[in-house]
DNA sequence: GAATTACGAAACGCTTGCGTTTCGTATAAC
DNA sequence: GTTATACGAAACGCAAGCGTTTCGTAATTC
């Protein structure tokens, strides 16, 4: 087949590795979740990338823009529940939460972007466009199916049940330190049933 | 009066000096709010103490130790409201939250310290000690005082109603960046009477 | 096979902060 | 006045990481 004529000429030289590509932005998320962003140096990234600096030089203009993209692609998706009771779907994610907690990788992910976000945008909108949403859309999906139940009441703000929801588990993860396990995510279903519930 | 045998001897050179102390201190918790632990130098710290860096290295051992005894003393404590009304109390208590937050000092401290809180115990049990005690303190109170007059539940996990709360601004300050405002104040309120209120 | 570009590795000069030491001065007990 | 300690200031040698450049090699187009 021809090449048509506006197509754009195919680059010159030796392509760009993908696969350093990939090794690059893996290495940048390992090392945030195990020194936080700060903490972080374009030199280890590439030495556990097996690449030079030169290459990652060569594709990011910087560390924060490194970074920012490598987080962007963390998602831990978990699964929107539908068991057919509002009560057993909340406790379905709120029990993943807490599984995703456990994950030492989770906190660390947390606690070293946190410091980082406060100072750069650019981060900020990686995290909460990534993983932060992900989060936030499965709870506000169980949240409207609840209300379409006739369990939540219509009119809830469901932005402020995600947030002490959600905040709940930040805040025993980053600030208090206090347990996280299946016990609380009890307790959250049952505040959050009684916070926001119909009345019976 | 005559020296008591037993008592230690007096020092026998110059004092340390307590006004090096307190702006060494202070110095300290002003890097933190505004740079955070990671990049709180001991350079940086004398230099705004306007002490050398030898009367640091004379005093605490480390970093760590210098920047945690810091760290226990900043406690912004919020009174305990009285104003007869549960819901009253809790509005006051909140309001009060969305202005320590809308401090941007108290956003500078705990994101320049969550990431340090993660990998210091130390650290860990300086904040947690300090200021987040005292909050917490404050809020249970109040609640205890709501179940006493028989407006909240008896039974309710005071610790989770606490976690919730805080959670929700610490959430919402370090990871998702929502607002923090008055309005944030009443919804919460609403949300924890409805939650943990007693029965009408 | 010539030209072009990317590769990993290494070295570059530079800056920052480390924790320590040395200096002359100041403030206390004896 | 002697001794002892702390002071602020400055310099020390050291290590880490910056962002860049150079090298010989590999991969791709023309």
Redesign the pocket.
């Known amino acids: 087949m021809k090449r048509n004529r506006l197509e754009i ?9 993908g ?3 990939a ?1 690059i932005l893996a290495a940048a998320v390992a090392l945030v979740r195990e020194v936080g962003y700060d ?6 990234v590439a030495a556990r ?7 990652l ?3 990011w203009k ?2 924060e823009a490194l970074v920012s993209e490598a987080v962007g692609l963390i998602v831990a998706r978990i699964p929107v529940p539908s068991t057919g009771s509002t009560r057993r779907d909340l406790l379905a994610v709120m029990r993943d939460t807490v599984r995703l907690y456990a994950d030492p990788a989770t906190l660390g992910l947390l606690s070293g972007l946190v410091a980082a976000m406060a100072r750069s945008p650019v981060i900020a909108r990686a995290v909460r466009n990534g993983f932060v949403a992900a989060w936030s859309d499965t709870v506000r999906r169980v949240i409207e199916n609840g209300i379409a139940r006739g369990d939540l009441r219509r009119g809830i703000d469901i932005d402020l049940a995600i947030d002490l929801l959600g905040g709940c588990f930040s805040n025993r993860a980053l600030v208090t330190g206090r347990p996280i396990d299946d016990r609380l995510a009890r307790a959250l279903v049952d505040a959050a049933l009684r916070g926001f519930g119909a009345p019976a």
């Open positions: 000429p195919p680059p010159r030289g030796r392509p760009r590795s696969e350093a590509h090794a903490a972080l140096t374009m030199e280890a990338a097996g690449t030079g600096k030169a290459t030089y060569r594709r910087s560390r």
